[in-house]
């Protein structure tokens, strides 16, 4: 099983992003998925995660408004767009697959990851 995530970089503050993250070795569209960053010193957490069928989203509160999850099936992938990014937002974001069919937040509830793309935003 692997997940490639892509899509990070530097961009200015206010500006956008859109992280992939596609997975390969088995389908992962009865499992839920999602979106986790670490910043330098920091504790990996919580982003965003999405259910198996795409109608359950939860997000970390300071990304809500701003981020969106998303996720298409038919290509095992799933999506990050970010918007109005923000220096805080700089973090390597990890996608990973979830355990069962939900959306949640704890990182026990994970057990694929991806290797993690860099985003950086610069004020």
């Known amino acids: 099983v692997q997940l490639q995530a892509s899509g990070g970089g530097l961009v200015q503050a206010g500006g956008s992003l859109r992280l992939s993250c596609a997975g390969s070795g088995r389908t992962f569209s009865k499992s839920g998925m999602g979106w986790f960053r670490q910043a330098p010193g920091k504790e990996r957490e919580f982003v965003a995660g999405?259910?198996?069928?795409?109608?359950?989203?939860n997000y970390e509160e300071s990304v809500k408004g701003r981020f969106t999850i998303s996720r298409d099936n038919a290509k095992n992938t799933v999506y990050l767009q970010m918007n109005s990014l923000k220096p805080e937002d700089t973090a390597v974001y990890y996608c990973?697959?979830?355990?069962?069919?939900?959306?949640?937040?704890?990182?026990?509830?994970?057990?694929?990851w991806g290797q993690g793309t860099l985003v950086t935003v610069s004020s």
């Open positions: 999405i259910s198996w069928t795409g109608r359950i989203t």
């Open positions: 990973a697959v979830g355990q069962d069919y939900g959306s949640g937040s704890s990182r026990e509830e994970y057990v694929y």
